[in-house]
């Protein structure tokens, strides 16, 4: 999870092992909200279902074992991945296992645009990590450590194919960090 260092509680930074031992990692600070926005969905649909099975005087042990494994299915399919970077490394954790690839021997980055947009990385040891782009816009700190490992690959002639979706990428984060700026400016 990582340390609340503030008085709301936020999750700030915090120290993770990454996948070559224990260093500094940025973690994505919307993940807790979204985990529990699927518990609360899931929550919300079980709580429908028994209500609608004892308006109707039908419920039953059975139906009931039915609804929670229903609800305990929309959980899993909602459950977001946890997104943590740090020095040349980026990780995306899902509800049973976790994905890594070295930044900075990344040979490809593909932008998918289909129903759910996604970017998908390779690096030169095989790893692979598919994430949602937007987790990358809305945590800047994100997506300057994945750039900074980029940027390396790119340099060393590692990286091959995906310059266009990581400028893609980059011009999406500046121009939701410029809308920030005025926004808290109150320039809009």
Known sequence: MGRRDDACGGPLDARTNGPDGAREATNDREWTQELWSSVRCAGLLLTLLLLVDWGSGRLALWRTALWLALAGLLFVVLYPARVSAGENWLTSRGLVREHGVRTD????????????????????????????????????????????????????????????????????????????????????
């Open 105 to 188: 021997l990344l040979v490809s980055v593909r932008y998918m645009d289909t129903i759910a947009q996604r970017l998908l990385l390779r690096d030169a040891l095989g790893g692979r990590v598919e994430i949602d782009p937007e987790v990358l816009v809305r945590n800047p700190q994100l997506w300057y450590r994945l750039d900074q490992g980029a940027r390396k690959a790119a340099s060393d002639g590692l990286l091959l194919c995906g310059a266009t979706a990581l400028r893609h990428v980059s011009r999406r984060v500046d121009q939701e960090t410029a809308r920030a700026v005025f926004n808290a400016s109150g320039l809009e």
